[in-house]
């Protein structure tokens, strides 16, 4: 394991609910915080800077009145389409934000500024390159978004993924694709990750700002119902297939389109944001998703879950 010292004695669980684009908020971030497990949200889903910095004192507000709960995390996109990089930066120093999530982007000075208060910076991979070019920027975990994960996802089996980063990466990795469950997080630990990284999940609770037909696309949707193109933002992510035709797209011209370069071709932050309102992301574990609990009911079920799952694991015997 290698947690560093912010989280040590801190989670009730190894797992952090991933930042979504236009679905995370303060609610989703307390409930999640509260339940003893990472929460998180990206900056944008703030329409200003002013706005991110109020979000940012409701939850310390929310979290002041708590007893030890587990720290959160801000997620910022590092790119030349994101023009409020600089100012929402320099509010999370401010504020002292324990964890950033950095996407899109691995840059040194970044780094550096929320290292500055002893912040904790974490980064979106999705090949052994981008996972090279992040630990060179001296990032303190690497979030590994295998084949199957929701948002701006990768196709690598998480297996490869895994471990071509442990070959060269000492520090914390989180796993991203497909967890939904305990025994899934404990499999995550055992194949090479410290923390689970769940998005999808998280998108099918009470506290999440998704709209009700979004959640309930989730209860019926299946794998096979997830599509990866970069044809809605400009680089690849997973989106299910009932709202990409809902919104005109055409699933025929879609398919065969080969990954771009992670990062290369983002669409302007406006036209994204008017896009993901409509396409609706999710990874290919909504085949497992049959309801929408609270978070206080989904962490208590997934504690529940991976406690089982280190029982069953201690008796697990192959005959010899």
Known sequence: MSLPALLQQRLRLPVVAAPMFLISNPQLVLACCRNGIVGSFPALNQRESSGFKAWLEEIEAGLAQLDSPAPYAVNLIVHGSNPRLEADLAICVEHKVPIVITSLGAVKEVVDAVHSYGGLVFHDVTTRRHAEKAAEAGVDGLIAVAAGAGGH?????????????????????????????????????????????????????????APDAYKEMLLTSRAADIVHTPAVSGVPASFMRQSLENAGFDLNALQGKGEVNFGSKLKPLNDEAKAWKTVWSAGQGVGEIDDLPSVDELVARLNAEYREAQTQATQLHWPR
């Open 153 to 209: 996802a990768g196709t690598w089996s998480p297996f490869a993924l895994i471990a071509e980063i442990r070959q060269f990466f000492d520090k914390t990795v989180l796993l991203a694709g497909c967890l939904n469950h305990g025994h899934e997080v404990l499999a995550a630990q055992i194949m090479g990750a410290d923390l689970a990284y769940l998005g999808t999940r998280f998108i099918g609770t009470t506290e999440s700002h």
